[in-house]
T-cell receptor, first 114, second 113 residues
Framework: NAGVTQTPKFQVLKTGQSMTLQCAQD?????MSWYRQDPGMGLRLIHY???????DQGEVPNGYNVSRSTTEDFPLRLLSAAPSQTSVYFC?????????????FGEGSRLTVL | AQSVTQLGSHVSVSEGALVLLRCNYS??????LFWYVQYPNQGLQLLLK??????LVKGINGFEAEFKKSETSFHLTKPSAHMSDAAEYFC???????????FGTGTSLTVIP
């Protein structure tokens, strides 16, 4: 039972490079989201989606793009990486978001931008 | 936007002692409240949640939390700490739509043998 799968687990980028963090879930969840976790700041919501074709911004969306073409996948794109984007990124999915309360998290992707 | 405050970024307790992790939230309407646990190098797992109904909620691994609207608090407790409880704990609140979650900064729990 895979749950939420994130790739890659580790990535080092140079400033200005682009990359995509992949997230896939096999639980048929409508709700998917991306968070970044930084020391002393907890988790902050970047973007979320309530279904295929529907995305919306969270608390810290600048510098990130998302799309949701299928129920299963929710990639996060960094178009021009900056050192401030060095963080651990988590993808999470849920049946109906907070109304069920249970978000299922991936194991995280650790990104370093030099 | 809502906010969540966790008092104490680090808490140490002896094995067998009471665990108390504090969480206060700011909200103008009754929110949905959660506690999540994160073990090293892993994602977060739901411990317990309050949505409606009984204000004392029980979760996994013997943890429970009480929603106190008058104090805007949702403190997490466990009567007797176990070594396996050592982890990072996050309090979270979602907005009325259930689509946006706001997490506290986390409390790292150390259990001393």
């Amino acid at each position: 039972n895979a749950g939420v799968t994130q790739t890659p687990k580790f990535q080092v980028l140079k400033t200005g490079q682009s990359m995509t963090l992949q997230c896939a879930q096999d639980m048929n969840h409508e709700y998917m989201s991306w968070y970044r976790q930084d020391p002393g700041m907890g988790l902050r919501l970047i973007h979320y989606s309530v279904g295929a074709g529907i995305t919306d911004q969270g608390e810290v969306p600048n510098g990130y793009n998302v799309s949701r073409s299928t129920t299963e996948d929710f990639p996060l794109r960094l178009l021009s990486a900056a050192p401030s984007q060095t963080s651990v990124y988590f993808c999470a999915s849920g049946g109906t978001g907070g109304k069920t309360g249970e978000l299922f998290f991936g194991e995280g992707s650790r990104l370093t931008v030099l | 936007a809502q906010s969540v405050t966790q008092l104490g970024s680090h808490v140490s307790v002896s094995e067998g002692a009471l665990v108390l992790l504090r969480c206060n939230y700011s909200s103008s309407v009754p929110p949905y409240l959660f506690w999540y646990v994160q073990y090293p190098n892993q994602g977060l797992q739901l411990l317990l949640k309050y949505t409606t109904g009984a204000t004392l909620v029980k979760g996994i691994n013997g943890f429970e939390a009480e929603f106190k609207k008058s104090e805007t608090s949702f403190h997490l407790t466990k009567p007797s700490a176990h070594m396996s409880d050592a982890a990072e704990y996050f309090c979270a609140v979602s907005d009325w739509s259930g689509n946006q979650f706001y997490f506290g900064t986390g409390t790292s729990l150390t259990v001393i043998p």
